[in-house]
Nanobody, 127 residues
Framework: QVQLVESGGGLVQAGGSLRLSCAAS????????MGWFRQAPGKEREFVAA????????RYADSVKGRFTVSRDNDKNTVYLQMNSLKPEDTAVYYC????????????????????WGQGTQVTVSS
């Protein structure tokens, strides 16, 4: 059983930056592809970014490409989401998720395929 705890959310003005962290415990972190998802009020959960087990492959939603960067530190069992040039439409609860995989370079954007989820952290971007 993997436990995931997000941190780093908060209130920021448009154009600002935030760095989210997700600390994992209870499993072998390097066996999991890690993803970031978000859900805004009244909207469905959507994919934001994912990073492969080895960290050599990443995928981003079109809406965040060029502004967000996902990274991981397998020694610290932590995945990060650096968010720059934030916009009001980025306001949401952000969740990290873990999916076990045998493929070190695979990334996944389908939320239903992820096995473990954190409790989420609120990001609010004011205009």
């Amino acid at each position: 059983q993997v436990q995931l705890v997000e941190s780093g959310g908060g209130l920021v003005q448009a154009g600002g930056s935030l760095r989210l962290s997700c600390a994992a415990s209870g499993g072998t972190f390097s066996r999991y592809c890690m993803g970031w998802f978000r859900q805004a009020p009244g909207k469905e959960r959507e994919f934001v970014a994912a990073i492969s087990r080895s960290g050599d492959n990443t995928r981003y939603a079109d809406s965040v490409k060029g502004r967000f960067t996902v990274s991981r530190d397998n020694d610290k069992n932590t995945v990060y989401l650096q968010m720059n040039s934030l916009k009001p439409e980025d306001t949401a609860v952000y969740y990290c998720a873990a999916r076990g995989t045998s493929y070190s370079s695979s990334v996944y954007s389908e939320g239903r395929s992820y096995e473990y989820w954190g409790q989420g952290t609120q990001v609010t971007v004011s205009s």
